[in-house]
């Protein structure tokens, strides 16, 4: 049997795949972004006939493929966008949806309940969850940073191959974590030195800064003391990879997002920066 998994390329990407390749070892995986997105699945469509099975969690096509595909037993869409609202309402056994988790989180359950019942999984599954849908009082928010750590050392092959078999971060890893951590907070604190407070057409009040690297936890600088409490978000441009993060405790950066045809969580989202228009909100 032929099965395909099309997902995206950061942690919650690649904390599915860990998940498809341990129940289905042979399973083909397929990184992609929302730049590629339209492309992918055109293609995956022209070629759907090579497949038994294609799955797209954490990333999936647009409405007009999706619905194409939902028309199609082989396919089956898990997602937690609000951008792919779509999936919502689409009323098929096809689709696994919901905002509040991440598709990790989504694609256990879908794998069956089994994978929860294990620790490792269990950690491995909420740490990711924790991380990428930004639950900052989860217990299991500073395992998922210590993930995300890892994934951006190892890149997303050597990531998934390690965490293939679930086992729990290495005390060697633990020595390299403390580095990292160390690394990034001589970071985070230069990045709250070079801040500035700016306000959006809204009226709200938020951090601004600039950054070089796209992976890195500069949403975590909203919990440092020093932090302007009277700011309502974070805002962090980074022009190489031409991207702006949003990030919040309770304030709806989602909405923010979706006025720059972006998208993400309530208090975690993003969008594409389009040079022919003015970086500021």
Not at 158 to 185: N, P, R, W
Not at 233 to 248: E, P, Q, T
Request: glycine residues 8%.
């Amino acid at each position: 049997m032929k099965q395909l998994l099309v997902t995206h390329i950061d942690l919650d990407g690649a904390g599915c795949a860990v998940l498809f390749k341990r129940y289905y070892p042979d399973i083909e995986v397929q990184y992609c972004d929302y730049d590629t997105i339209d492309e992918v699945s055109e293609k995956i469509w022209n070629t759907k006939d090579e497949y038994d099975a294609i799955y797209f969690a954490d990333i999936t096509p647009n409405e007009e493929y999706g619905m194409k595909m939902l028309g199609d037993s082989k396919f089956m869409l898990i997602d937690h966008h609000a951008t792919r609202l779509y999936l919502k309402h689409a009323n098929s056994d096809q689709v696994v949806y919901d905002t509040e988790f991440c598709a990790t989180c989504l694609v256990a359950n879908y794998l069956g309940t089994s994978v929860m019942s294990h620790e490792e999984y269990r950690a491995f599954v909420l740490g990711v969850d924790a991380y990428d849908t930004w639950k900052l009082d989860s217990l299991y928010r500073t395992y998922g940073v210590d993930l995300n750590l890892l994934f951006n050392y190892y890149g997303m092959d050597t990531f998934v191959k390690q965490f293939g078999d679930m086992q729990c971060i290495s005390d060697k890893e633990y020595e390299m974590l403390e580095i990292f951590h160390k690394i990034e907070a001589d970071y985070l604190a230069e990045k709250l030195e070079q801040g500035r407070i700016r306000f959006d057409k809204e009226g709200n009040m938020y951090f601004e800064i600039y950054v070089s690297e796209k992976g890195s936890n500069i949403g975590m600088l909203i919990d440092d003391p020093g932090f302007p409490e009277e700011c309502e978000y974070i805002k962090a441009i980074n022009l190489n990879d031409r991207v702006v993060g949003l990030y919040s405790k309770t304030f709806d950066v989602s909405q923010v997002a979706a006025m720059h045809g972006g998208g993400g969580h309530r208090t975690a989202a993003g969008y594409e920066i389009s040079f022919l228009q003015p970086i500021y909100v």
